[in-house]
């Protein structure tokens, strides 16, 4: 496999727009996503338990990962995901936590009904 | 007309969903229109100033209005819409400020550019 396939493409920071964003995080599952990643450091695709199909779960990646939210790199075999965070908290202020602290809040509601 | 006609559906504030409301907001027009009703106030469609045409308009606020961001009332012949702020704030504290201010953050870059 040539070298130029094992790097995915990203936004650079000043290319990452708001409505991408905002976007990319609303979908239930992209969400999830984004909820594990918060709690810090890589994480492979696999790690989260997700109702999806692979093939899916590879889709919302993509959307994550072009929208500028999440980071993909090749670690081996292993394709890791990690919070683009210090980009998007240098663009939008407290947008990552606060969608963050809304979607916790959002689950323990849907939990308690 | 009869009656009913004239009452524009809403979800109750129950029903809100994050990902909903983040799905509204993930588009440019419908930035610019939550952001022209943050500074307050019930506003017509008519009064914002959106590079679109009517029908298109009436399709985002519907967008806004169904995903629980706005709230639309006829009064008399004019339609008018205001943000949910009360609702919005109690199921997702800090959200729509922190929205607006990256939107407008956004748009001073794209400005200086």
């Keep these: 496999m040539a070298p130029q396939s094992r790097t995915l493409d990203h936004p650079d920071r000043s290319e990452i727009r708001l409505e991408d964003v905002l ?5 239930p599952v992209r969400l999830q996503v984004v909820r594990f990643l918060a709690d810090g450091g890589e994480s492979s695709c696999s790690a989260i338990d997700l109702a999806v199909s692979k093939s899916t779960t590879t889709h919302h990646f993509r959307v994550l ?14 394709k890791m995901s990690s919070l683009r965070r210090e980009d998007l908290d240098a663009l939008f202020p407290g947008l990552l936590d606060t969608v963050v602290t809304a ?10 009904v």
């Design 23 to 27: 976007h990319a995080l609303s979908d």
């Design 65 to 78: 990962r072009e929208a500028g939210v999440i980071r993909q790199v090749y670690r081996g075999t292993a």
């Design 103 to 112: 979607y916790d809040a959002q689950q323990a509601r849907t939990v308690t």
